[in-house]
């Protein structure tokens, strides 16, 4: 493997091999559940799902090989100032290569560019590598969710000033 990394928006094409790819990490790290990303229907919808002008969705390729994403989606409640941090995984071969700096750094970069103040995410106590990765971004943890998503058995809630 030459890590020819390429990260660009995502296209129809990307969709079963992003869907893989998402529900393979949820597996890894036992968040293959009722309330998760796993059985959320846009899983196997993103390039549909993120096509508003406030939403953006960038995949991470590897020597051409679809290995993760994450977006930018605005927060399923009445905070039009405020945007979360969406469905952002990679495959285990593709971390470490820093994917995931360059990828938070598009989607904060564009959040910023469309009007958002603050970014909000969720994710699970057992991803603590994830965790660790978006306390040094600058995200804070909350107490509680900022919103009622579909994704209820998130139990960690992170904010971040843009």
Same mark, same amino acid.
């Given at each position: 493997?030459? $890590? ?14 992003l ?6 990490? %949820? ?8 309330? &998760?990303a796993?059985?959320?229907?846009? &899983?196997?919808?993103? #390039? ?7 939403? @953006? !969705? !960038?995949?991470? %390729?590897?020597?051409g090989?679809? @290995? ?8 399923? $409640? ?11 995984? %990679? #495959? ?9 700096? &360059? /990828? /938070? %750094? ?12 603050? +970014? ?16 040094? $971004?600058?995200?804070? /943890? ?10 209820? #058995? +998130? ?8």
């Open positions: 493997m030459t $890590n020819k990394i390429e990260i660009r928006l995502v296209k129809k094409e990307d969709n079963v091999a869907a893989k790819v998402i529900r393979n990490v %949820l597996t890894e790290f036992g968040a293959n559940i009722k309330g &998760t796993f059985y959320d229907t846009e &899983t196997d919808a993103m #390039s549909e799902a993120y096509l508003s002008e406030k939403a @953006v !969705y !960038y995949v991470a %390729l590897v020597d090989k679809l @290995v993760g994403g994450g977006g930018i989606s605005p927060i399923k $409640n009445d905070d039009t100032d405020t945007c979360e941090l969406v469905k952002m995984y %990679l #495959s285990p071969d593709a971390r470490g290569l820093q994917i995931g700096k &360059t /990828i /938070i %750094l598009k989607c904060l970069s564009f959040a910023k560019e469309v009007g958002y103040k603050n +970014c909000y995410l969720e994710t699970f106590p057992s991803m603590t590598r994830a965790i660790a990765f978006y306390k040094k $971004n600058e995200f804070k /943890i909350l107490d509680k969710p900022m919103s009622q998503s579909c994704h209820y #058995s +998130c139990s960690v809630w992170m904010l971040k000033a843009l």
